[in-house]
Structure formats: structure tokens, C-alpha cells
């Protein structure tokens, strides 16, 4: 039987602000239908409409042409509609198939459980779209990609037919988005159907039939990805034709900055080495697991157990030396996390920007609020960040410019060191843009700059130089304008490496 | 994307305090009315001046504890801390015969507690709440040993001026509570110490990445704590001339209600020294109209239990709200 769903006219304010402006969105089984729009475009708004997570103002929701009621996410999946979220909601401690009949436990007579029996229907599932994971496993043990598919087939075995995956590959190294997009074709055979938000083209023209981009709360455009473009799309995004971003061709001239030499830490990293120049942007990528933030911390001092030395500035540096000192010695760091460890969500935009530096604003002892506004509107003008006011409380931003934000703050003079840990996740191609020209900006001035990326596009449009990891150990090493793409991909895959 | 309904959000939180501390004020005019019609003596120069002069000591602590919860943390120990460190300080006294030498006694020992917790919370990172239960206990077993479970009356001009002495109405530890007000003003909001404050509570991890020091921060936070406490020490003696084994009861309790109550959020991070004055303020009418109206003590305990439940409940469904 073919399904499909219809929403009609929607429209939803909060307040003043118009999210959704008379919105009309389908769906059909057996298809993937990518939304896409930048940050505040509509979409999640739209798709807290379709979970009942929210109530819309006006507008209808359609099921095979009967109107329903979803006023509350039971509603949403009584009609077969599930939500995949960026945060797993999976318990750590439970296994595979107990997380997936969590709240609707088999029991054998009486109160025990028939775990045997869930665990046959959880690989009968898995089976039946070639994915390979053991129902016994404790949920903690599996990596995101595999979190990510317990939570598909547990909303698959609560018999939904819609999906809704939001950034699904933010989170996932290139072989778990692999295995993702096979799980998703065979969903499509199996007459699921998916609504995929995502800001990557390759994958939308990879997998989705059908594309419809949001602006500023109203559907743009609603194309069939066969009679379309990437630069079609990107440009109705905008409003404008999105300028690529190029890389201004450079000399690396600058003296050795940081060099790396020997660094081994048993499980992590074996035998790393190299050198960061002046001025020079050193990419390192690889698969999760590849040990580079590992790395990227012994060098920033958060950790200091591991063997071989770093050289900094021509001075050996003391291992594990913690991060206050190696912020004095001009070094900076932007995490992987933004959430976890790079912003103070309760703080102002202000005081995130201006806490490393803050001694250097201080005048007879307390803080000169003027130098500190001076410091911070620089740093806002120069990232384009966007926030009504150096007030503003950081977690009210948008991910891009809470991101912004988290390399705003590394914008003194003083910086002569920065660590990167995948500089642009989880954000749209706009804030990504004026992400690499700060990138640019800095190595420009001299700034040492050490950046892990998982995504290879990023690496070759950023890097001066790059080196691939596969399992903590160095495979090869690439020059600008020497990029070989295919060669990076099969490096960090391990293509030719011993078993 | 989730930003779409940051517009109306954004505007909520900036007025969040502002409308707080409005409403502070309402009530404490609404509390002052209602216990002025209560008992007429409630609006007398000599009540007010009472008043003040007994919540000068929770002002003191409460603006350490506002310090402590705005690093998401708590100080169980405040009140036995105030019985400990006055019992050392009047121990000193009596056995040196210098003011001076006691005042320095009683404000030392208030900071090696403080110490003590911070050591603990700040540099093992062990939990608030655990650690200073059991400096709780502990700094009360050594107040009971120092003045042998019996009080000491203390004579010394000198040392009972601070708590003791009244110029015309006004006692002379309401504009000493106003000074330190100031200066601790000036510490949490014109210097890096006082961001750094902030910022811990905000994200522990950040504040560490980007060099912060937050757990040598949390030592200072719980020193200065500690501190106050000791001054309040000093106040406590001054206004009964004598240091007794039981001062202090329940004042971490008073405390805490009052820092909630001005509106600092209970998971740090946000919070300001006016709100937690008004707080104090709100809380001792609330407490003192009780005492004149003649109130059933037992009852009172019951009453303060019961603001303490309502301000959590009512910031965690308004905190929920907007998260």
C-alpha cells in the first residue's frame, strides 16, 4: 500500500517572528524527500509541526488524503510518524534490543522478560537490511553511526513509515555514512519514506527524489532532485549565488612554529611527527577513531601521557601542562563539541568572547569595560557573527554563530597557535564560508593553524598541508596544490594496510 | 534551526531579572503593609533598625553563598562555620587580651574552612553538597570542643563595637553590610576573579579549555565564603556579647532560601548580589512579621520550608520553560 502525507497551508508565529508562512510539504512511501534551508529557514519548526511537537497556528495534516489530528508526539506516531534526533535518546546501559523494546518488553509467563525472543525480532530486523550488529551488545559500546541505526529500527519496529532524520551524518565518519545511505536505499525498497534535513549536496543528490529548500519560513522551491541542480538549490538557499569559497594561493615562508616529534600514546597515536609553520594551515584527517584529537590534546597540554617530545616555539614543552598555560604561551583551541566544552551557554555573548584574553583589558584591577567592548565588537564585525547584541545570551544563537562565537574569542594578537577540532559541524554552508575565510584570515597573520576534519571537501579547500591518520598511525602526507582526493579517501580508509 | 523561537525567548531572559527584582520589591512593600496592619510596631524606626540588625548577619552570608551558587555549587557548612570561627576568635580574645589579634583569629579560621571545602570541591572535584555536609558536622563538633559546649561572655568594647553598637537608630553594621555590598560588588562584576565566577558555573569544561583555572577559582570562591562567614562571626558575638556553641543554626538553611529567592539560578551561572539582597531583605520581613505577630515558633520552620519548596518549584517550571 502506498502511503503519503500532506501538509497544507501551515502556518505557525511565535510572537512576532512568522517560522512558517502558509507551507505546503508532501511525502510519498518509498521515497527520501531532503529539506533543506539554512538556520532558521522553517525547517525544524516544520518538522516539530509534523511530530507534534509543536502546535501550528492553521493549516491541515493529511494522511492518505484523511485528515488528522497530531497534538502530541503519541499522536504523530500512532500515524507512523518517528523522529530520528541529533541526540541519541538511547540508553547506555541497556542493549541493542533491550533499548528497542524499551516501554513494550516481551515477556515470557509471568514477570520475566523474553530476551531471547527480542533479540531474534531485533536481528530478524537487522537481517532484513544487511546490517550487522549484535542485539546483545550494551548500547555504550557501539559508535554514533551504529546509535543512529538502533534508534531507525527501533521507530521501524513500532511500525512507523515515516522518518524524519535531522543532520543525520553530522555526527558520522565517511564509512558509517556509507553504511547509512544503504540503510536508507533499502528502507526506500521497503516502501519507507524519509524526510532527510541536511545541508550536504552530494547527499541529497545522492539519495533524495525529491528536494524542497525553505527562506525565511515558506517553501522556495520543491523540485525532483533528477531535474535539478546542486547550484540550483544552493542558490534559492541564499537568495543569492553563494560565492564558493577559494582558497587564496600562498607561499608558506614562516619559521617552524610547532614540531612534533615521535609522539606515541599506546592506544591512541604511534609515532606522529611533524611540523606546523608560521602562517601555515596543516589539516589532519581520517576516520573516527583515527587518534588525531588525541593528538591535538597532548599538543594543546590537556593530556599529558604519552611518550616523544613537542617542540613550541623552539622550547620543549612540559607534557600535560594544562590549558591556562598554554593559553598564556599564545596557543588557542576550538573543540569538537560546542555544547560540552566551547561555549558558556548562561553568559553573554561578551563574556564568551572576551574570557581568554581578559587579563589584557584589566586596568588598576578591575576589568575596563570599554577596552573589553572595543575588543568584542571588533571580534563580532570580523566573523559576521549575528547576535541583536554583545548581551544576547549565547545559547539563544544559532549553531553557526554560536561557532562563530568559539573562534571570535582567538582573535588577539597575541595568538600565534590554533587547534581545530572539526571546525564546522552540524553547521550550514553560509556560517561554513565565513568560517574558512577566518581560517584564512588568521593564517594570514602568521597564526599556526592545526585542524582536524572528517570531511574531505573541507580538508582540500582548506589545507596548506595535509596528513591522513588510519588507527593512530601517519600513512601519507599531501601539498597544496597536490591534492589527490581519491588517494586521501582510500589512505584514511586503510585501502593496502595490513590486516 | 532550533533558533526560530529565539526572538521571544531572548527577551523573556534579559527581562528575566529585572522582572524578578520587580517583584521582590512588590512583596516586600505587600509583606511590610500586611504585617504594619498586623502589629503597629512593625513600622517603628527601633523595629526597623531591629530587623536590619538581624538579618545583617544572613546579608553577609548569603552574599557568599550567592558567590558559591553561581558556580553551581553549595556551602552546607556556613552556619557551624559562623559557631567555629567565633569560637576562635573569642578564644584568642580572652587569651590575649587584643581585639585584633581575635578579629584576625575568627576571620582566618572562617577562610581555613572555606579552604578546606574548596580544596575538596575545587581541586579533587568532589561534590559541593558532600563535602561541605560534612565540614557541616565537623566545623560544629570543633566549635562545641573550643568553647566546651558552653558559652563565653566577652566584655572587650573593641571586639563587640562591629554587632554591638547603634548610632541613634541605625546600628553601625547596616552601613558595614552596605560597604561590603560594594566591594563585593566591585569583585564579582568589574574583575576577571568575578567572571571567572560566572563562567565556571556557566560550563565547567569550557572555562577549563579556555584556561579559566575553574577549579582554583572554586578554592577562592569557598575561601571568600569562609571569610564572611568569620566577619559574620564577629557581628554575631558584637550583638549578644558573648560567643556561643550554637550560633549559627540553620543559617546555611536562611541563606540558600534567601539566594533562590533573589532569583540565582540554582545550576549557576546567572545570578546578581541585588537580587540576593533583596532576597534577604523579603525573607527576614517575612520572618520578623512573623515573630511580632506572634506566630507559633514550630510553625515558622514550617513557613520557611515551605518558601524555600515554592521559589524551586516556581524557577524550575520557569527554567523548564524556557529550556
Known amino acids: 500500500m502506498k502511503n503519503r502525507i500532506d501538509m497544507k497551508g501551515i502556518d505557525k508565529s511565535f510572537f512576532a517572528t512568522r517560522a512558517l508562512n502558509n507551507v505546503d510539504f508532501s511525502c510519498v512511501s518509498g521515497e527520501v524527500h531532503a529539506l533543506v534551508g539554512l538556520n532558521g529557514a522553517g525547517k525544524s519548526t516544520l518538522m516539530k509541526v509534523l511530530g507534534g511537537v509543536i502546535s501550528r497556528d492553521s493549516g491541515t495534516i493529511e494522511v492518505n488524503g484523511t485528515p488528522v489530528e497530531i497534538n502530541s508526539p503519541a499522536d504523530a506516531s500512532a500515524q507512523g510518524i518517528s523522529m530520528i534526533h541529533q541526540e541519541y535518546s538511547l540508553i547506555n546501559e541497556l542493549t541493542v534490543a533491550g533499548n528497542i523494546f524499551l516501554g513494550r518488553e516481551l515477556r515470557k509467563s509471568g514477570p520475566f522478560l523474553d530476551k531471547k525472543e527480542m533479540a531474534r525480532q531485533v536481528k530478524e530486523q537487522l537481517d532484513r537490511f544487511g546490517l550487522d550488529l549484535d542485539p546483545y551488545k550494551p548500547i555504550r559500546e557501539l559508535n554514533s553511526g551504529e546509535k543512529q541505526i538502533v534508534e531507525i529500527i527501533r521507530a521501524l519496529m513500532s511500525d512507523s513509515w515515516l522518518i524524519v532524520m535531522d543532520e543525520p551524518t553530522s555526527a558520522l565518519s565517511e564509512e558509517d555514512k556509507g553504511r547509512l545511505f544503504e540503510f536508507i536505499r533499502r528502507m526506500k525498497a521497503e516502501g519507507i519514506s524519509i524526510i532527510y534535513i541536511s545541508h550536504h549536496m552530494p547527499e541529497i543528490f545522492g539519495i533524495a527524489e525529491q528536494v524542497t529548500v525553505m527562506r525565511d519560513g515558506q517553501i522556495v522551491l520543491s523540485e525532483r532532485t533528477a531535474e535539478t541542480t546542486e547550484d540550483a538549490v544552493i542558490a534559492t538557499m541564499t537568495g543569492t549565488e553563494l560565492e564558493n569559497f577559494v582558497k587564496p594561493h600562498k607561499e608558506i615562508l614562516g619559521e617552524v612554529l610547532v614540531n612534533v616529534a615521535g609522539l606515541t600514546k599506546n592506544e591512541a597515536y604511534q609515532d606522529i611527527s611533524f611540523d606546523v609553520h608560521r602562517g601555515e594551515i596543516l589539516v589532519l584527517t581520517g576516520l573516527r577513531g583515527c587518534g588525531a584529537p588525541e593528538l591535538a590534546k597532548a599538543i594543546f597540554g590537556l593530556d599529558g601521557d604519552y611518550n616523544g617530545t613537542i617542540t613550541y616555539r623552539g622550547a620543549a614543552l612540559k607534557p600535560g601542562r594544562g590549558p591556562a598555560v598554554a593559553v598564556s604561551d599564545g596557543m588557542g583551541l576550538v573543540t569538537e563539541n560546542r555544547d560540552k566544552n566551547g561555549i558558556l551557554p548562561q553568559l553573554s555573548v561578551r563574556d564568551n568572547i572576551a574570557l581568554p584574553f581578559l587579563e589584557k583589558s584589566v586596568k588598576a584591577g578591575v576589568l575596563d569595560g570599554r577596552a573589553i567592548e572595543k575588543v568584542v565588537t571588533k571580534a563580532i564585525a570580523d566573523t559576521s557573527t549575528k547576535t541583536s547584541s554583545p548581551n544576547q545570551e549565547i545559547r539563544f544563537l544559532s549553531g553557526g554563530n554560536k561557532q562563530k562565537i568559539c573562534f571570535s574569542r582567538w582573535l588577539d594578537p597575541d595568538l600565534e597557535f590554533l587547534i581545530l577540532l572539526e571546525p564546522t559541524r552540524g553547521i550550514d554552508v553560509h556560517a561554513k564560508a565565513d568560517i574558512y575565510r577566518i581560517i584564512e584570515d588568521l593564517a594570514e597573520r602568521g597564526v599556526g593553524i592545526l585542524i582536524l576534519s572528517y570531511e574531505i571537501d573541507e580538508v582540500i579547500m582548506l589545507a596548506d598541508r595535509v596528513i591522513t591518520l588510519y588507527q593512530g598511525q601517519s600513512v601519507s602526507e599531501f601539498t597544496y596544490p597536490n591534492f589527490d582526493k581519491d588517494q586521501m579517501l582510500a589512505d584514511i580508509a586503510g585501502v593496502g594496510q595490513p590486516h | ?323
Do not use: C
Not at chain 2, 570543633?142 to 553598637?165: E, K, M, Q, R
Not at chain 2, 579556555?210 to 564572611?228: D, E, M
Open chain 2, 1 to 323: 534551526m532550533a533558533d526560530i523561537t529565539a526572538p521571544q525567548r531572548r527577551s523573556f531572559s534579559l527581562d528575566g531579572l529585572t522582572l524578578r527584582y520587580a517583584v521582590l520589591v512588590g512583596l516586600i512593600v505587600i509583606a511590610s503593609i500586611g504585617f504594619s496592619m498586623a502589629n503597629e510596631n512593625f513600622y517603628s524606626m527601633t523595629n526597623i533598625g531591629i530587623l536590619l540588625r538581624s538579618i545583617s548577619v544572613l546579608f553577609l552570608v548569603s552574599m557568599g553563598m550567592t558567590f558559591v551558587m553561581l558556580t553551581g555549587g553549595i556551602d552546607l557548612s556556613v552556619g557551624s562555620n559562623v559557631a567555629f570561627s567565633g569560637g576562635v576568635g573569642v578564644v584568642t580574645l580572652v587569651s590575649t587580651g587584643s581585639p585584633w589579634l581575635g578579629f584576625a583569629a575568627a576571620i582566618l579560621a572562617g577562610m581555613a574552612i572555606g579552604w578546606i571545602n574548596g580544596f575538596f570541591i575545587g581541586k579533587l572535584q568532589l561534590s559541593a553538597f558532600m563535602v561541605t555536609l560534612a565540614t557541616f558536622a565537623a566545623a560544629r563538633g570543633l566549635a562545641l570542643v573550643i568553647y566546651d559546649a558552653d558559652s563565653i561572655n566577652v566584655h572587650d568594647p573593641v571586639f563587640l563595637w562591629l554587632g554591638g553598637t547603634s548610632w541613634g537608630n541605625l546600628p553601625v553594621v547596616i552601613p558595614f553590610v552596605a560597604l561590603m555590598f560594594v566591594a563585593l560588588s566591585i569583585l564579582l562584576y568589574k574583575t576577571t576573579f568575578g567572571r571567572d565566577v560566572y563562567a565556571t558555573g556557566s560550563n565547567f569544561n569550557t572555562a577549563f579549555v579556555l584556561g579559566r583555572q575553574p577549579g582554583r577559582k572554586l578554592i577562592w570562591v569557598y575561601v571568600l565564603t569562609g571569610a564572611l562567614a568569620g566577619l559574620s562571626a564577629i557581628i554575631t558575638v558584637g550583638r549578644v556579647s558573648s560567643g556561643q556553641p550554637w550560633t549559627g543554626l540553620y543559617l546555611e538553611f536562611d541563606a540558600i532560601t534567601a539566594v533562590i529567592l533573589g532569583g540565582t539560578a540554582l545550576a549557576g551561572g546567572r545570578g546578581k548580589l541585588l537580587g540576593t539582597i533583596l532576597g534577604v531583605l523579603l525573607y527576614g520581613i517575612i520572618i520578623n512579621g512573623l515573630v511580632l505577630t506572634g506566630t507559633n515558633p514550630y510553625l515558622q520552620s514550617v513557613i520557611k520550608g515551605a518558601i524555600l519548596l515554592g521559589v524551586v518549584l516556581l524557577d524550575t517550571y520557569t527554567q523548564r520553560g524556557k529550556a
